[in-house]
């Protein structure tokens, strides 16, 4: 089945600075690539996602990459606000099928200021 | 639409008792999943449900969890005996058909933070 690795497991930035957090995946018919941002005691929740037809994706001050020759990809959060500290998971699954989302360890992100 | 409801919010027990946790999807959602999460593993995939039928259930980890989903709009994840390493907090997400084209995004309910003493 599907693994997904994550790092780093935690990542301290200053305010302002821009955060990347890379993952890989094992399966090479994985397709889809999702990254949840969990606050303190909330929910999961989508912040961006990513298919295999796009090498990368932007929404304001996220952007996701997607290298699926080496099977990996990134979230970059650049200018960095205390509201962006939380944990971030990435996750892959297959679309199309009756599969689900295998999620990565999640990394803890805290922006100082 | 309310999102994906979950009940209890907390849920504090004794080793030994049964507990049933409920979820109710989002509206029109085909699938529906249940996770644990703990800080040593992180959020697990427990059961996964496609128009009320148990896809995966390989994440179960044992014979004391066992999930329904009687209608589309109801599920429920029991515990039975429960025990004081079950304690976490347990999610329940929908997502809408999958196919060529359509959003896979899975939406998380509130979750149930679990307590076994």
Excluded at chain 1, 7 to 33: M, R, W
Excluded at chain 2, 26 to 51: A, V
Aim: proline residues 6%; neutral net charge; glycine residues 6%.
């Amino acid at each position: 089945g599907e693994n997904v690795e994550q790092h780093p497991s935690t990542l301290s930035v200053q305010e302002g600075d821009s955060a990347v957090i890379k993952c890989t995946y094992s399966d090479s018919a994985s397709n889809y690539f999702p990254w949840y941002k969990q606050e303190l005691g909330k929910r999961p929740q989508l912040i961006i996602d990513i298919r295999s037809n796009v090498g990368e994706k932007k929404d304001q001050r996220i952007a996701v990459t997607l290298n699926k020759t080496a099977k990996h990809f990134s979230l970059h959060i650049t200018e960095t606000q205390p509201e962006d500290s939380a944990v971030y998971f990435c996750a892959a699954s297959i679309t199309g099928t009756a599969s689900k989302l295998t999620f990565g360890t999640g990394t803890r992100l805290q922006v100082t200021l | 639409d309310a999102g994906v409801i979950q009940s209890p919010r907390h849920e504090v027990t004794e080793m030994g008792q049964e507990v049933t946790l409920r979820c109710k999807p989002i509206s029109g959602h085909d699938y529906l999943f249940w996770y644990r999460q703990t800080m040593m593993r992180g959020l697990e995939l427990l059961i996964y449900f496609n128009n009320n039928v148990p896809i995966d259930d390989s994440g179960m980890p044992e014979d004391r969890f066992s999930a329904k989903m009687p209608n589309a709009s109801f599920s429920t994840l029991k515990i039975q005996p429960s025990e004081p390493r079950d304690s976490a907090v347990y999610f329940c997400a929908s997502s809408p058909h999958r196919g060529h084209g359509v959003r896979d995004t899975q939406y998380f309910g509130p979750g149930t933070r679990l307590t076994v003493l």
